[in-house]
């Protein structure tokens, strides 16, 4: 299954953004296989860096990579709730609040890439206990639909769209 099947019906406009960093031809599994691209790419960014902002109120690097642990793990479990058929509307959440309560800045990078990679290789493990018919299931989350199977591409388009942005505005 490739980025190029899912239709606009499967996710909320909003997410288009991240779905556009993302190949059309790239499958789900690749998708999420992607965290070598992470990981390389904060292992780069020079230490003095860490906690740099390039305008008041914006996040540090090592904010952005607690956004990202937090928004896969969130969104996993969109993943898991809408596969097991639990069409329980799912709230949004806050990331600035998130971000400001998260203390990362208190951690070393090296650790929360450690973390990271936890989490993306259960994220990997997670789809793959999916069938194929449970990839099309479809759930409300922040107030627009979700399936199943576009999560990993929006996962992915937004660990994009983070690196281009620290490259851009912090670098």
């Known amino acids: 299954m490739t980025k190029a099947e899912i239709t606009p019906k ?12 993302v190949p059309s031809t790239t499958t789900l599994f ?3 296989e992607q965290q070598d691209e992470l990981i390389r790419f904060f292992k780069s960014i020079p230490k ?14 090592r904010q952005i990579l607690q956004h990202l642990l937090d928004t896969e793990r969130i969104f996993m479990n ?3 709730r809408f596969a097991r058929e639990d069409y329980t509307e799912l709230p ?5 609040h998130y971000a400001e309560h998260c203390y990362s800045n208190s951690r070393t990078i090296a650790d929360m890439l450690e973390e990271f990679k936890v989490i993306r290789t259960s994220s990997i493990y997670l789809y793959k206990s999916f069938d194929a018919r449970v990839l099309l299931n479809v759930g409300i989350a922040s107030g627009g639909p979700f399936s199943v199977r576009v999560i990993p591409f929006i996962v992915s388009g937004h660990q994009k769209h983070h690196i281009h942005i620290i490259k851009e505005r912090y670098l």
């Open 10 to 21: 499967e996710f909320k406009e909003y997410y288009k953004l991240y779905l556009d960093r």
């Open 30 to 32: 690749e998708a999420l």
């Open 48 to 61: 003095e860096k860490h906690d740099f902002r390039y305008a008041p109120e914006k996040w540090t690097p």
């Open 78 to 80: 969109r993943a898991l």
């Open 92 to 96: 949004g959440y806050d990331e600035n």
